[in-house]
């Protein structure tokens, strides 16, 4: 009897352990990542690259860390408030994703932006540049990756008054929140160099004609056209319209980086684009191994070469990657993972990035050309307008 007693409770040990040995075995919960884009509407373009480029900062770490997978659950928010508000609810409490990375637009952000906080998940914006978002609006649970809407614009505007010798400007934005906060930052740095905005020119978002605004410019009375605040399909029909309507060939013209973004609007663009410079926080051509890896890397993943929008797509994935890393993938000790996103510092592809005390992102502004070597187009580096600019 207590021979069989001993067998069967060898037996039942047996099992308890195997079965521990299951359980052991077994993977832990994917990390979930919520991606909050515009992948349809106008700003589509620019969703798109920040898409591939977040997609990119996951393959850098092989999809995994501590152990658990690193799961993107992508919704799109149309470029529309109402609708962002509505995916963003789903990314956190029906999906529960650790962190959300994006949106693209400001307006939508903006009508986020108080679920958000009360609801604490850390929130990595790429594209909403409106300044309130990392300043009076801010919260511990916010990072910006890209820069407040007056970063890269108020240098870039003495810049191009005290280095570029234009003294009197017409300044072209589009027409609602962030391209209104951008063009006015841009005037604000050409003025305060000492410069004269002659005329202020305002595109609707998503306008199927530019010929109307820019048929608006006065030639004799301005020494260059700045596009302070174009990006995504807007741009491209309004560089087109320069041409179109000879602007390009009577007069400078300088744009925001956004405007000529290597990969996704410089192969529509083409030869219109020759000779164009800008300014921001990226260039295609700068000679680092960083940014080398990085076009290689992207080029590689998506079948086109990585522009402005692909390398904030890209500093947003990693911003989160690196936070997941810093605690071993326990993303779900929040305290831990806000603050270890808090003291993200690394080299990327345009040099240091780390993050100012609103947690906004450092930047360094370049000035570029767009050129030609054979038949690619790209975007050279000129010079560089500052090293880690904070927002003002």
């Not at 991606?35 to 349809?40: H, M, Y």
């Not at 906060?181 to 005037?187: I, L, Q, R």
């Not at 608006?216 to 174009?230: C, L, R």
């Not at 390398?311 to 993972?337: C, L, Q, S």
């Amino acid at each position: 009897m207590i021979t069989t007693r001993l067998i069967a409770l060898a037996l039942t040990l047996a099992v308890i352990a195997g079965l521990g040995g299951d359980l052991a075995a077994q993977p832990r919960a994917p990390i979930k990542v919520g991606v909050f884009l515009s992948l349809t509407g106008p700003l589509a373009p620019l969703g798109a690259f920040n898409k591939s480029g977040i997609e990119v900062a996951v393959q850098e770490v092989g999809g995994q860390i501590g152990g658990r997978k690193i799961e993107l659950v992508y919704e799109d928010d149309e470029g529309k408030p109402d609708v962002g508000l509505s995916k963003i609810r789903k990314l956190v409490e029906q999906d529960r994703v650790a962190v959300v990375v994006g949106p693209v637009s400001s307006p939508v952000a903006l009508a986020a932006r108080e679920y958000m906080v009360s609801k604490g998940v850390p929130w990595v914006l790429t594209f909403a540049t409106a300044p309130s978002l990392t300043r009076e609006l801010g919260a511990p649970n916010i990072f910006r990756a890209s820069w407040s809407g007056e970063q890269a614009q108020y240098p870039s505007g003495a810049y191009v008054y005290q280095k570029l010798g234009y003294q009197r400007i017409a300044v072209l934005g589009l027409d609602y929140v962030a391209g209104r906060a951008e063009a006015k930052a841009f005037s604000d740095g050409f003025k305060a160099a000492g410069g004269k905005s002659v005329q202020e020119i305002w595109v609707p978002l998503g306008a199927p004609d530019a010929a109307p605004f820019v048929t608006q410019i006065q030639p004799g009375s301005v020494d260059a056209v700045v596009g302070a605040a174009i990006w995504g399909s807007d741009a491209i029909r309004v560089i087109r319209a320069f041409e179109e309507y000879g602007v390009k060939g009577r007069m400078p013209i300088v744009v925001i980086n956004t405007a000529v973004a290597d990969g996704s609007l410089l192969p529509s663009l083409g030869k219109t684009a020759l000779g164009l410079r800008s300014y921001g926080p990226y260039c295609f051509g700068l000679d680092t191994p960083e940014n080398k890896k990085f076009v290689e890397a992207f080029t590689k993943h998506a079948g086109k070469a990585p522009g402005i929008e692909a390398y904030i797509g890209y500093t947003a994935g990693r911003i989160a990657m690196e936070g997941a890393k810093a605690v071993a993938g326990n993303v779900e000790d929040r305290p831990a993972y806000l603050a270890a996103l808090r003291a993200v510092d690394y080299v990327g592809p345009t040099g240091r990035f780390r993050f100012d005390q609103n947690r906004n992102a450092l930047v360094n502004i370049f000035l570029q050309e767009v050129r030609q070597a054979g038949a690619d187009i790209f975007n050279a580096p000129v010079d560089v307008i500052g090293r880690e600019v904070a927002q003002r």
